[in-house]
């Protein structure tokens, strides 16, 4: 399987749609969405002026809320949902 992204578009719904569907703060849908950039922790980290630590709580919170275990879960599920928003569906 692969997946092209292209990391410098986002549909602007998707983390409304992330805070709407799992109830992610701000931060959380944050960290998700860099995530599925494939940005490195540290490197969200110090986008986010936060250190490595409150970036892996964030994102440990966001597999709890998504009830994913691993990043490329969490970004396949996340590719799944842009997908719909790109193409004009609905998930809720």
Not at 33 to 51: K, T
Not at 53 to 63: A, D, G
Request: positive net charge; hydrophobic residues 45%.
């Amino acid at each position: 399987l692969a997946v092209i992204v292209d990391p410098g578009r986002e549909p602007p719904e998707l983390a409304a749609m992330l805070r709407r569907l799992y109830g992610l703060t701000r931060a959380e849908a944050t960290v998700a969405h860099e995530v599925l950039r494939g940005e490195g922790l540290q490197s969200v980290a110090d986008r986010m002026s936060v250190s490595l630590s409150t970036v892996r709580i964030h994102l440990q919170r966001v597999f709890d809320k998504t009830r994913t275990h691993r990043q490329a879960e969490l970004a396949r599920l996340l590719l799944t949902i842009e997908a719909g928003l790109e193409y004009g569906g609905h998930l809720i």
